[in-house]
């Protein structure tokens, strides 16, 4: 979906990145021409942190929320 996002404003008359920013998570969609703004995330805590909150809650312990950095790549679509 994110590789054919920036052709969708061209269809009602619009252009990217003049007219509206088209961005996407984690560079999947890196090769796209024009380039989408990715958000970057760290996956190698994303899944650490996913573990230790999923062993917390078969031991019993409440839901816990865990903020992790993430980064803006400002690309030609933005």
Excluded: Y
């Excluded at 021409?33 to 899944?47: E, G, H, K, N, T």
Aim: charged share 25%.
């Amino acid at each position: 979906m994110a590789r054919g996002a920036p052709a969708a404003p061209e269809l009602a008359g619009g252009r990217a990145p003049q007219d509206v920013a088209v961005g996407s998570f984690d560079d999947f969609a890196a090769a796209s021409r024009p380039a989408l703004l990715p958000i970057r995330q760290p996956w190698d805590r994303v899944s650490s942190e996913l573990v230790r909150v999923l062993l917390n809650r078969i031991d019993g312990e409440p839901p816990s929320t865990e903020l992790l950095p993430t980064e803006l790549v400002l690309r030609e679509t933005a």
